[in-house]
Nanobody, 125 residues
Framework: EVQLVESGGGLVQAGGSLRLSCGVS????????IAWFRQAPGKEREGVSS????????YYADSVKGRFTISRDNAKNTVFLQMTSVKPEDTGVYYC??????????????????WGKGTLITVSS
């Protein structure tokens, strides 16, 4: 069974940092592009960051560039999102998604084939 499991969410003060993890099982991790998305209360789901399956190319939403860093550890079947200088507008449920597709930009949520259940991040001001 294909599974993606997010962890690392919680409460954090504005300006602080935290790291999210997406553990993957049930398919060949190295073949997949992995991406992070988030959904704030009352808003649509939006792409945050992605990392390529074949060359490690990364993409970021303009709103998080310079603050968030995505990485992957193929030996551990895990993708990370290091979040620094967080803002109240970063609040939301963060999801990881996976796809065999590859992109030359941050992918839309419609491009994902598998999803985790999400982890909640709340940033206080």
């Amino acid at each position: 069974e294909v599974q993606l499991v997010e962890s690392g969410g919680g409460l954090v003060q504005a300006g602080g940092s935290l790291r999210l993890s997406c553990g993957v099982s049930g398919f060949t991790f190295h073949d997949y592009t992995i991406a992070w998305f988030r959904q704030a209360p009352g808003k649509e789901r939006e792409g945050v960051s992605s990392i390529s399956s074949h060359d490690g190319t990364t993409y970021y939403a303009d709103s998080v560039k310079g603050r968030f860093t995505i990485s992957r550890d193929n030996a551990k079947n895990t993708v990370f999102l290091q979040m620094t200088s967080v803002k109240p507008e970063d609040t939301g449920v963060y999801y990881c998604g996976a796809t065999l597709g590859h992109f030359h930009r941050l992918p839309d949520y419609r491009g994902m084939d598998y999803w985790g259940k999400g982890t909640l991040i709340t940033v206080s001001s």
